[in-house]
């Protein structure tokens, strides 16, 4: 990321998973992030422990994951 801040995380939602070790403490992160002061969407990627800087991810609309969670709820058999 650049030393300007693009995003602003509106809500923590989840952590996903935590990277210890060799030196990383990053973790992935389900959030809520504004990027370029546009609508939040829902937003995976690790984050370092200061939120200062971001890993590579995905952004999701609200439409978007509700059709991941349908998605996985069929594959998982709920």
């Not at 210890?20 to 992935?28: A, L, Q, T, V």
């Not at 991810?57 to 998982?76: P, V």
């Amino acid at each position: 990321m650049s030393e300007k801040q693009n995003y602003k995380i509106k809500k923590h939602i989840a952590v996903l998973s935590r990277q210890e070790g060799r030196g990383s403490n990053w973790n992935m992160e389900l959030n809520l992030v504004s990027w370029y002061n546009k609508d939040a969407k829902f937003d995976i990627r690790e984050w370092a422990p200061d939120h200062g800087r971001c890993g590579k991810g995905i952004t999701l609309t609200h439409q978007q994951a509700l059709d991941l969670r349908d998605a996985l709820n069929e594959f998982f058999g709920r």
